[in-house]
């Protein structure tokens, strides 16, 4: 075969894609309560965000391997203000999106062959992002507990380490079951890393939207040094500008352990170089928008899930931070059978549980940052599919 095995074997649309192509070219209007691009879904801060210009770019490069200094202080000042912990912009080093920082992280920690532990339920990009790296994702499941919230069960986590295990990746608060890390949490997952030799990768892109009314407050792992940890977060989020392409990775833990994984790093990031200047010299300024920014995604967040429950009942006090929720179907429907009769019959996207690896086959995710009235409109057509499957 000409072309490596890192890749899937067959790239042909799914069934579910072939339906949806079908319906967009005969002028079908498509419903979708998975719209996650905030810079699509009707918000005003979109088109009100000062963004730089190519002409505020400089004649002279001036390549920086690590990030721009001054960039890297304007994050600094982001964890400050924020409250998350105190940094040293030295312990930064910046990458173009949150997805090359994992794609360096596992070229800093694994050997072909090697394991890495991701969270079941959770991001569905882990796998091709570990696989194109000819890395194994192995998983370890959340759960939720007897108050229905989801916790890291440590029992499948330590069942899954193996003498090829290189890391393990949390997400903080994750998607999309939108559970912060706990302190305990943190703690064990630290001294576990530490027993095995093992790095620590948070991801945080969600940290700052939290459910106010949830029962967790954010534990961000930015301050966490007893182990090798690395923390990662971006614009794409943070400022829901992922056009924008600055993310960053934070690297913390005891010495030389940390110095050593910092020259490696930097090593891998001044083979690419790709984080444009422009932007960079933009950081501080960006930040500048960040309460606006995060206050009306806050706000469409809020009131969808209070369209969530007065339509389907689905309580928003267990979903802890982040922009997704989750929907139970009745026990008789499976999350697949769901969304391929909801888009045949409605027109209506919705993503089915087993895209982010849920054990249970009843799951169904939406997106919270979805326009409020298409929202609406289509909670009413999935309610009513719902009642036509309570009958049946
Ligand atoms: C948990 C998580 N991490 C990272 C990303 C992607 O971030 P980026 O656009 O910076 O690659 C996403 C996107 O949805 C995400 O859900």
Redesign the pocket.
């Known amino acids: 075969m000409l072309f490596s095995s890192r890749l899937p074997e067959s790239l042909e649309l799914n069934e579910f894609t072939k339906i949806l192509e079908e319906k967009k070219a005969t002028g079908h209007k498509i419903l979708d309560l998975t719209q996650?691009n905030p810079t699509t879904a009707g918000f005003a801060f979109a088109s009100a965000i000062p963004l730089p210009s190519i002409s505020d770019v400089s004649h002279r490069y001036e390549p920086a391997a690590q990030g721009m200094k001054g960039a890297r202080e304007a994050i600094r000042g982001y964890y400050r203000d924020n409250k998350h912990g105190l940094i040293d912009s030295d312990d930064l080093l910046l990458t173009a999106?949150?997805?090359?920082?994992?794609s360096y992280l596992m070229k800093l920690l694994t050997d072909p062959g090697d394991e890495i532990l991701i969270p079941a339920p959770?991001?569905p990009?882990f796998d091709f992002l570990a696989t194109l790296e000819n890395v194994r994702p192995s998983r370890y499941l959340l759960r939720q507990d007897a108050a229905g919230h989801w916790r890291i069960d440590f029992t499948s986590l330590e069942q899954e380490i193996s003498r090829l295990t290189r890391a393990i990746v949390v997400?903080n608060p994750?998607?999309p079951t939108g559970s912060y890390m706990t302190a305990e949490e943190l703690k064990k997952l630290s001294d576990l890393c530490q027993a095995h030799e093992l790095a620590l990768i948070v991801?945080e892109?969600?940290l700052d939207y939290e459910n106010l009314g949830g029962p967790e407050k954010p534990c961000s792992a930015i301050a966490s040094d007893t182990t090798l940890t690395f923390t990662?977060s971006?614009?794409?989020?943070i400022l829901a500008l992922?056009q924008a392409?600055l993310?960053w990775i934070h690297v913390h833990g005891p010495e030389p352990t940390k110095a050593m994984a910092k020259q490696r790093l930097e090593f891998i990031a001044d083979t690419y170089l790709s984080v444009g200047s422009i932007i960079q010299h933009a950081a501080a300024s960006l930040f500048s928008c960040q309460g606006a920014i995060q206050k009306e995604i806050l706000d469409r967040i809020q009131a969808n899930e209070s369209l969530l429950l007065a339509e389907i009942g689905v309580d928003p006090s267990l979903r802890e931070g982040g922009?997704y929720a989750i929907i139970n179907l009745p026990e008789n429907v499976s999350d697949e059978e769901c969304c391929l009769d909801l888009l045949q019959q409605s027109s209506l996207i919705v993503h089915p549980g087993y895209f982010y690896d849920f054990v249970e086959s009843n799951r169904i995710v939406v997106s919270l940052i979805t326009p409020e009235e298409d929202f609406r409109q289509g909670l009413l057509l999935l309610q009513s599919y719902l009642n036509s499957q309570h009958d049946r």
């Open positions: 996650a999106s949150t997805s090359e920082a994992y959770s991001y990009l997400v994750n998607n991801d892109v969600f990662l971006g614009f794409s989020k992922p392409k993310s922009w």
